[in-house]
């Protein structure tokens, strides 16, 4: 079983509309979550952090739910430049070395006009 | 800041061939980390730096595979031979203790090596 996994997609969702993004982690003891953005032939970037009691960015807000180990991004009145890779992420604990991220495969949004 | 940077962006050789993959992190990171990315098995750590030592190296997939980090502003990784199934995009990604303490780490823009 992979340390984090995600629905690839492709989600093809009209502008404007709202969109949620699902991932399952195996490690209960990670500490740390995110979602990276990647669009396409780019490197990922930082999106934003999941923090436990959820938090929001605009039309974006993350989710955690230790008990089920699952994470969760909705996008709401989505946008052209939305179209992109979502990648989950995962600090896992590993005592004894630097932080390290796990990358979940992501999953591809288009938003079509 | 120019960011991390890569070279080359693109990457065409021939099965056996060695392959030099270079990186050169954002002035002032202590950590520097190489990822692969392909479609089936996406971002995958390979090793990481802190302070120019290898630190964990446990995702290189094989002998073929080395890097290093000679200096605090320049890493390879080299693979020889190089084989058709190492194609993918190489990442390099920087980082600082303070960074990372909020899990932050910063790409470049990757290099796509295709082994033919």
């Known amino acids: 079983r992979k340390e984090v996994e995600q629905d690839p997609g492709p989600f093809n969702v009209p502008e404007g509309a709202t969109v949620a993004f699902n991932c399952t982690y195996s490690?209960?003891?990670?500490?740390?979550f995110f979602w990276y953005r990647q669009d396409c032939r780019k490197e990922p970037k930082l999106l934003m952090s999941v923090y436990s009691s959820g938090n929001e960015d605009g039309r974006f807000t993350a989710q955690l739910n230790r008990a089920s180990q699952y994470i969760s991004l909705l996008i709401r009145d989505s946008k052209l430049s939305d179209s992109a890779t979502y990648l989950c992420?995962?600090?896992?604990?590993?005592?004894?070395?630097?932080?390290?991220?796990?990358f979940g495969s992501g999953t591809q949004l288009t938003v079509l006009p | 800041d120019a960011g991390v940077i890569q070279s080359p962006r693109h990457e065409v050789t021939e099965m056996g061939q060695e392959v030099t993959l270079r990186c050169k992190p954002i002035s002032g990171h202590d950590y520097l980390f190489w990822y692969r990315q392909t479609m089936m098995r996406g971002l995958e750590l390979l090793i990481y730096?802190?302070?120019?030592?290898?630190?964990?190296d446990s995702g290189m997939p094989e002998d073929r595979f080395s890097a290093k980090m000679p200096n605090a502003s320049f890493s390879t990784l080299k693979i020889q031979p190089s084989e058709p199934r190492d194609s993918a995009v190489y990442f390099c990604a920087s980082s600082s203790r303070r960074n990372l303490a909020k899990n932050i780490q910063y790409f470049g823009a990757g290099t796509r090596l295709s082994v033919l």
């Open positions: 992420v995962v600090n896992p604990i590993s005592s004894g070395s630097a932080r390290q991220l796990t």
């Open positions: 490690n209960s003891a990670s500490q740390s």
């Open positions: 730096f802190n302070n120019n030592v290898p630190i964990d």
